[in-house]
């Protein structure tokens, strides 16, 4: 089973930014497709980034040119670098590890963004 622990989420002002990390234990972030993932108060959860095997990543429109996914393969972990945080972009956070064979979640990280 591969655990995900998400950190890293706060209180920022509009215009500020954050980083979360995104740990994994029991599986390999460089053998799966890792997302972020994020669920506002009373909407859907949706996609915001991904990162394939091969190192492709694909964002959410919304967050393009402001979000950045990265993985450390020797820490086993996933980082999203968040810049130009609006308050459209308050969520709780969710890290998701994805292969063939199985789906993981994490816990989740609370992000606000408010002056």
């Known amino acids: 089973q591969v655990q995900l622990v998400e950190s890293g989420g706060g209180l920022v002002q509009p215009g500020g930014s954050l980083r979360l990390s995104c740990t994994a234990s029991g599986g390999m972030v460089s053998l799966a497709t890792m997302g972020w993932y994020r669920q506002a108060p009373g909407k859907q959860r949706e996609l915001v980034a991904t990162?394939?095997?091969?190192?492709?990543?694909n964002y959410a429109e919304s967050v393009k040119g402001r979000f950045t996914i990265s993985r450390d393969n020797v820490k086993n972990t996933v980082y999203l670098q968040m810049n130009s945080l609006n308050p459209e972009d308050t969520a709780v956070y969710y890290c998701n590890h994805r292969t063939p064979y199985r789906d993981s979640w994490g816990q989740g990280t609370q992000v606000t963004v408010s002056s």
């Open positions: 990162i394939t095997r091969g190192g492709i990543t």
